[in-house]
């Protein structure tokens, strides 16, 4: 994937935190790294699911962020929740992929 599909993480809106993932595999590690804000900030938009669908083409995971939004988690119980979901969809896809 290229870096113009790429997700791009911000804090708010035009302060851009330096991060961003160019792949499902990328974005499980930035998960960790950025701050929680920025997650919230994303999240709470429907930015991830929005970039999963339309880029990723992955409604599955989609729909999953969609559904862990509902649960209205922040800070690092959305950072866990949120690395949870996507690694799980990023292990399924590499498993998948493998057989």
């Known amino acids: ?10 804090s708010s809106i035009g302060n851009y935190t330096g991060e961003n993932a160019a792949s ?9 790294e ?6 919230e900030f994303h999240l709470y938009r429907g930015d ?14 989609a729909e999953e962020i969609k559904n862990l939004k509902n649960l209205k988690p922040v800070g690092d119980a959305l950072r ?12 399924n896809l590499k498993s998948e992929f493998q057989e």
């Open 34 to 39: 950025v701050n929680a804000k920025s997650l």
């Open 80 to 91: 866990g929740q949120l690395y949870l979901v996507v690694s799980k969809r990023f292990g």
């Open 1 to 10: 994937m290229s870096r113009e599909n790429a997700f791009y993480f911000f």
């Open 48 to 61: 991830f699911e929005k970039w999963a669908a339309e880029v990723l083409e992955d409604k599955e995971l």
């Open 24 to 32: 499902l595999e990328e974005f499980v590690k930035k998960i960790e």
